[in-house]
């Protein structure tokens, strides 16, 4: 594009003859481009700044466990784990791109984990579904959202994110001693059922507001409840062994917090240095590149991991 062309267009957005639509499919086709010539050429200039933001959503860091971690978590950590719950609006269009966004200005590489094995769980607590159709919808439901998502992720650098199922720790040889030993806990410390069964209580009432169950039942609900959060500890146990122990997460699971923040004793030592990010997601208007930004908004490359 010469110099003409390039005062065409930008004529253009300023007389409003450019949609918002249009301009998010600019901005977005403009980055990956010099994206590409950047990796191309082996460039490691940052990206210019773009002076329109189009609508979306605003991602903010609400809490840090243990807190001493937020102020060096960018200096100390250049990987994170995105957990992402299936069937969440929070993982779905411009909030999944925002999370995307948030997740790419501030590490260099990101792990998307797909709690597919898990949502089995889900199914068979909201939709009474017996374990091996559970099994097969889940996997589904984690195929079709990895399908689904695949154009969000493509409008970023290649070797930031990478996807993945979390059935494909089923086999890592510290899943189960972990998860064995989160049972253990469990059994012996007080605070640490306390813990669980209060996310257990919470989840069930989550996935079954609003309907009428019976006691008996709704105990066995619970029950299933309290094994996701129990298998859940024994996958990232298993990550956080292979370093990958930065959790991000939009919402707050107060035992994952707790167990960062070194109140139980007795966790498995893989949680030693665990790190749990629970964001927030608000909405929020066009922004221009001369306005007061704070730091926990989307911003491009140059800014990674000084936010």
Same mark, same amino acid.
């Given at each position: ?26 901005? &977005? ?13 082996? %460039? ?47 993982? *779905? ?39 091996? *159709? ?11 959202? %990895? ?98 122990? %930065? ?22 030592? %893989? ?21 007061? *930004?704070?730091?926990?908004?989307? &911003? ?8």
């Amino acid at each position: 594009m010469n110099d003409m062309q390039l005062d065409e267009v930008l004529a253009e957005i300023k007389q409003g003859d450019v949609s918002l639509d249009e301009l998010s499919d600019f901005y &977005r086709r403009l980055k990956k481009i010099v994206l590409n010539r950047r990796k191309a050429l082996a %460039v490691k200039a940052p990206i210019p700044e773009v002076l329109l933001r189009r609508t979306a959503f605003k991602v903010k860091l609400s809490k840090v466990a243990p807190p001493e971690a937020r102020e060096r978590l960018h200096r100390d950590h250049e990987r994170c784990v995105l957990a992402v719950s299936l069937e969440t609006d929070k993982f *779905e269009g411009e909030k999944l791109e925002s999370l995307l966004g948030w997740i790419d200005s501030r590490f260099e590489r990101c792990l998307v984990v797909v709690a597919d094995s898990l949502y089995r769980l889900t199914l068979q607590m909201t939709d009474d579904v017996p374990a091996d *159709e559970a099994v097969s919808g889940a996997r589904e439901k984690a195929q079709a959202w %990895v399908e689904d998502s695949q154009p969000l992720f493509d409008r970023f650098d290649d070797s930031r994110f990478r996807v993945s199922f979390i059935s494909e720790l089923e086999d890592h040889p510290r899943r189960i001693p972990v998860e064995k030993a989160v049972r253990r806990l469990y059994d012996r410390d007080r605070a640490f059922r306390q813990s669980v069964n209060l996310f257990a209580r919470t989840y069930t009432s989550r996935m079954l507001a609003g309907r009428d169950i019976d006691p008996e039942a709704l105990e066995a609900k619970m029950r299933i409840g309290r094994e996701y959060l129990i298998q859940e500890m024994g996958y990232f146990g298993a990550l956080a062994g292979e370093k990958w122990g %930065v959790i991000c997460y939009p919402g707050n699971v107060n035992t994952f917090v707790d167990v960062a923040n070194g109140r139980f004793d007795g966790v498995p030592s %893989v949680f030693k240095n665990l790190v749990y990010c629970a964001l927030s997601i608000k909405k929020r208007g066009i922004r221009f590149q001369d306005e007061p *930004e704070d730091d926990e908004v989307f &911003r491009p490359a140059q800014g990674r991991r000084r936010a």
